[in-house]
C-alpha cells in the first residue's frame, strides 16, 4: 500500500477552503492572444506580463482567490516588484499552480475529437516546476459532443493520459488538478450533455483508481452540464440539479473538492449556477471555482493594456472573485 501523502492532502484542501476559488490565468500563446485579439490589446510578452501582474497585485484578493494556474512563460516571469510571481503569490497567500499539458491535437482516425499531448518529458518538467514554486498542476483533455463523439476510444485515451499526469503529479508532490472538459459547442440538449458527461467522469475516475491516484490528493476540474452553446438554455435549477446529480454518480467522497472551469458561459451565468448548485446542499466535496474567462472578461475588457486603467481592472475583477465566493454558500443574489 502507499502511505497518503499528507502535504497533497492539505494543498488540495487549501485550494478549496470555504469561501475561495482558483483562477485560471495559464493561457498559452494562442489562446491568449485570441482573447487580447478581442479587445485590440497588443500580444507582446510585456503586455502578457503586466496583465497578469495586474491580476496578480489585486488588494485584497487572496480572501477569494486560493490559487492561480500559470502558464509555463508566465511562472518564469517577474512582478513588477522585482519578485518572481510564484513568490509574490506566495507571499501574498496565494497558492502557485503551472499547466502542464502541451494542448491538443486530432485524435488520429477519430475526425473531429482532439487528444491532449505532453507526457513525455513530465517528470522532469515536473521536477523543474516544483523548483519554481509550483504546488499544484493542471491537464485539460476536451470531449466533443455530436451524433458520433465522443467515441469510447477518444474517452479512454483522454482518460488514461489524465491518470497519468495525475500519478506523475502526486510523485512530485504537486496536487493534480484533473480537467476533462466536455466542450459546449453543439445543438445537443442539456440530456445529452448529462449523459456524455456522466459516461467520461465514470471512465476517468476508474483509469485514476487503476492508476493508483490517491483521490484525497486532487481536485477535479468538470464543466458543468448544460445545453449545448447554439441549443436554447436550460434553466438555471435544471443545470445544478443535473450537474450534481451527475457528480454524485461519478466522484468519489474521498476527492476533497470540485472546482469547475467556466467554458465559454457568460460570467453572470458560470456565478448563477455555481450558486444553484450551494444552495441545494447536503454536498460531500466543496463546490468551487477555477474560471478562466468569467473572472477574467471583465477586468480584461477595462484593463485593454492601458496603466491608468489598472485599478480600475482590479476593482471588476475583484468583484467578480467577491461574486463568486459569494456563490459558494448559495448566498449570491444577482449582480
Ligand atoms: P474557462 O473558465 O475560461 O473555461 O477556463 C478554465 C480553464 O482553465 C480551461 O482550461
Known amino acids: 500500500m502507499i502511505s497518503l501523502n499528507e502535504s497533497l492532502k492539505q494543498t488540495a484542501q487549501a485550494l478549496v477552503a470555504p469561501g475561495k476559488g482558483i483562477l485560471a490565468a495559464d493561457e498559452s500563446h494562442p489562446t491568449i492572444k485570441k482573447r487580447f485579439d478581442k479587445f485590440s490589446i497588443a ?7 503586466a496583465y497578469r501582474d495586474m491580476l496578480f497585485s489585486t488588494p485584497g484578493i487572496s480572501r477569494y482567490i486560493s490559487g492561480v494556474i500559470l502558464f509555463d512563460e508566465t511562472i518564469r516571469q517577474k512582478h ?170 461519478t466522484v468519489p467522497a474521498a476527492v476533497p473538492g470540485i472546482v469547475f472551469l467556466s467554458g465559454g458561459q457568460s460570467s453572470e451565468a458560470a456565478t448563477a449556477h455555481l450558486n444553484a448548485m450551494n444552495k441545494l446542499g447536503n454536498i460531500r466535496w466543496q463546490l468551487s471555482f477555477s474560471y478562466g474567462r468569467a473572472l477574467q472578461d471583465a477586468p480584461m475588457h477595462t484593463w485593454m493594456g492601458k496603466t491608468d486603467k489598472v485599478g480600475a481592472a482590479q476593482k471588476a475583477f475583484a468583484r ?10 448559495g448566498k449570491y443574489s444577482g449582480e
Not at 500580444?43 to 506580463?49: I, K, L, M, S
Open 320 to 329: 467578480r472573485a467577491e461574486l463568486n465566493s459569494l456563490a459558494r454558500t
Open 43 to 49: 500580444d507582446t510578452e510585456e503586455n502578457r506580463r
Open 80 to 249: 513588477s516588484n522585482g519578485a518572481p510571481f510564484p513568490k509574490f503569490l506566495a507571499d501574498n497567500g496565494i497558492i502557485p499552480g503551472i499547466k502542464v499539458d502541451a494542448g491538443t491535437v486530432a485524435l488520429p482516425n477519430f475526425p473531429g475529437e482532439k487528444i491532449t499531448e505532453g507526457l513525455d518529458g513530465l517528470r522532469e518538467r515536473f521536477a523543474e516546476y516544483a523548483k519554481l514554486g509550483a504546488r499544484f498542476a493542471k491537464w485539460r483533455a476536451v470531449f466533443t459532443i455530436s451524433d458520433h463523439t465522443p467515441s469510447e476510444y477518444c474517452i479512454h485515451a483522454n482518460a488514461h493520459a489524465l491518470a497519468r499526469y495525475a500519478a506523475l503529479a502526486q510523485e512530485a508532490s504537486l496536487v493534480p488538478i484533473v480537467e476533462p472538459e466536455v466542450l459546449r459547442d453543439g445543438q445537443h440538449d442539456i440530456a445529452r450533455c448529462y449523459d456524455v458527461t456522466t459516461h467520461v467522469l465514470d471512465r476517468v475516475f476508474r483509469e485514476l483508481h487503476d492508476y493508483r491516484i490517491q483521490f484525497e490528493g486532487m481536485l477535479l476540474k468538470p464543466s458543468m452540464v448544460t445545453a449545448g452553446e447554439d441549443a436554447s438554455d436550460a434553466p438555471v435549477q435544471q443545470v445544478a440539479e443535473l450537474t450534481l446529480r451527475c457528480l454524485r454518480d
